[in-house]
């Protein structure tokens, strides 16, 4: 493999003159990313946010690819108007499409191409634009920043301030970063925020960076507060007892009152450059991968011995249980050394008290419950099958429950060494949300993930919650997750496709999931693969462009 080429992407999408789908206000647009390696399967990378009340969209969020030259990398970029909290894109209006490959979107570093209909027709006079660039520096820029004694923009109350980072380029200023919103609040306190390095300044910490203060509108009509220009050496000069500050200055005031001084002032407390660790770095640093299978067997999904049943195993030895379960196990097992995995079944009714179990072994050994690599999952699951009576309800909590307990005991090592993830396959709704909303949120402070991969053709809505890509998961007491740890798929998607294309969906947000854990807690990878990057010196948040 030595002789492929293989470089990190990062892709900047903005669109302009979408169609407007709302009657009382203009669309809610957000980009989804598609990706096409062979065959005609689309599998989803990635979501950007979505911006309100915008035709001409600068989304913030930035995808990461994986380029590889001698590949054809086809990428789809689809436009929605998100007009409700749910996932799933059959809820909401399309607004159009682009259809490329990755080769072409590098090879000329900025793409537009016009956006059709399914039907591929224009879509209104909508384009979209997108920006490529490599990255070769994994460093990211960590800041805190406030401001005080800001103009009031609203006439009935207090403005509601939000900042924006803008990157020099050779085609003009690139959105890098946009803070949330701070409601009701002059002298804002913005969270702790992270850029990449590369995004921020391109590695060169004398190279401009503009930062733009808005009063955020609902209707998209954001109001200028002020602005001011910095260098990220100017920036990282800044401290908790000596901050780095900056008149927020509005050139249109300025020119109207003699008497002007400035909008405001935004104080940056705090400015460091770190080295942020990949995947990879936690992976050959030492991280292991402990993977749980837990299997739906409530009686929704038929009696085994029916063909109609999605437990019967047909005479070609499948179902679509043992399809999930080959497909992400077969990834997984490469980072897990002792090769063991602990799968069970919850839903049923096991001998020989025939008793309803929500979490029991699918070799029937509660001490051991370990099989012998991703064979002897598939092995347990077929001598479990006639053995137990599907019954119900269809609830998740215990499971997840169960693999938290480990995970937390792995978090009190303080070490980067193991990580758990839970795949759930499942065929209809959750009886227990309440719970499982709560386990989840739970879990999200611990070193684990989970998959549910949907069998079946069940309307699997209440999944698409528990995926927090939009918007992040509550409990019933209305804690908020720390991240997303669910990927939900349907199986009926890639019913036609290959193994390795559902196994590519319902992984994609797991090495995010992994470095972004270990990032929040601030651990290291327990042995560095790799050494520091000097500094290169000389050498784009959302927004609505109108």
Same mark, same amino acid.
């Given at each position: ?7 990190k992407v990062e892709l900047t999408v903005s669109c302009e003159n979408l169609l407007d789908k709302d009657v009382f ?72 499409e682009a259809e490329c490959t990755l080769g072409q979107i590098v090879s000329s570093s900025k793409l537009t191409r016009p956006l059709v209909l399914k039907n ?193 195993? *047909?005479?070609?030895?499948?179902? !679509? #249980? ?8 077969? /990834? &997984?097992? =490469?980072? %897990? ?74 978090? *009190?090592?303080?070490?980067?060494? !193991? #990580? ?8 209809? /709704? &959750?009886? =227990?949300? %309440? ?112």
């Amino acid at each position: 493999m030595s002789g492929q080429c293989v470089a990190k992407v990062e892709l900047t999408v903005s669109c302009e003159n979408l169609l407007d789908k709302d009657v009382f206000s203009k669309s809610d647009p957000m980009c989804v990313l598609l990706m096409n390696t062979s065959g005609s399967q689309w599998f989803e990378i990635g979501r950007t946010e979505t911006v309100q009340n915008c035709l001409n969209p600068k989304f913030a969020k930035k995808f990461l690819l994986d380029y590889h030259f001698e590949v054809v990398q086809k990428v789809k970029f689809e436009i929605y108007d998100i007009d409700s909290p749910t996932a799933s894109l059959s809820n909401h209006d399309f607004l159009g499409e682009a259809e490329c490959t990755l080769g072409q979107i590098v090879s000329s570093s900025k793409l537009t191409r016009p956006l059709v209909l399914k039907n591929k027709t224009p879509a209104g006079k909508g384009t979209i634009t997108v920006f490529a660039e490599e990255i070769k520096d994994n460093r990211v820029v960590n800041l805190e920043v406030e401001a005080r004694k800001l103009d009031k923009k609203d006439f009935f109350g207090k403005s509601d301030p939000f900042l924006e980072f803008y990157r020099q380029t050779e085609t003009g200023w690139q959105l890098a970063h946009r803070t949330e919103v701070v409601k009701r609040n002059l002298n804002p306190h913005w969270r702790p925020f992270r850029i990449p390095l590369q995004s921020l300044c391109g590695g060169d910490v004398e190279k401009p960076i503009k930062v733009d203060c808005h009063d955020y509108d609902n209707d998209g009509s954001h109001d200028l507060i002020g602005t001011f220009e910095t260098t990220l050496a100017q920036l990282t000069e800044a401290s908790r007892t000596r901050p780095a500050e900056f008149e927020c200055v509005n050139m249109k005031k300025k020119q109207k009152k003699r008497n002007y001084k400035n909008s405001g002032i935004v104080s940056v407390k705090l400015c460091e450059i770190v080295k942020e660790f990949t995947f990879l770095d936690y992976i050959m640093g030492g991280c292991q991968l402990n993977f749980t299978v837990g299997v739906d067997f409530t009686g929704s999904n038929g009696d085994p011995r029916r063909p109609d049943s999605l437990h019967y195993i *047909s005479p070609n030895g499948v179902n !679509e #249980y043992l399809s999930a379960i080959w497909s992400v196990g077969m /990834v &997984i097992q =490469d980072y %897990d050394s002792d090769n063991l995995f602990p799968a069970f079944g919850f839903g049923a009714q096991i001998p020989p008290t025939w008793q309803i179990s929500h979490e029991f072994p699918l070799n029937f050994n509660p001490t051991n419950p370990y099989c012998k690599g991703i064979e002897g999952v598939v092995e347990a699951y077929r001598l479990c099958l006639p053995q137990v009576k599907l019954f119900g309800p269809t609830n998740f909590s215990p499971i997840i429950n169960h693999v938290a307990r480990f995970a937390h005991q792995a978090a *009190s090592q303080k070490t980067a060494s !193991e #990580y758990f993830v839970l795949l759930i396959i499942t065929d209809g /709704v &959750i009886t =227990d949300m %309440d719970q499982t909303c709560a386990a989840i949120v739970n879990a999200a402070r611990l070193p684990m993930s989970i998959i549910i991969v949907g069998v079946g053709g069940a309307d699997f809505d209440a999944m698409e919650v528990l995926d927090g890509d939009d918007s992040r998961l509550r409990s019933p007491s209305g804690e908020v997750a720390a991240r997303d740890i669910v990927q939900f798929v349907p199986f009926r998607n890639f019913q036609n496709a290959s193994r390795e294309a559902l196994a590519q969906s319902v992984l994609a947000e797991l090495p995010e999931q992994v470095s972004s854990f270990f990032r929040m807690v601030n651990l290291q990878p327990v042995h560095d693969p790799a050494s520091s990057v000097e500094f290169s010196k000389g050498g784009p948040g959302s927004e609505c462009s109108r």
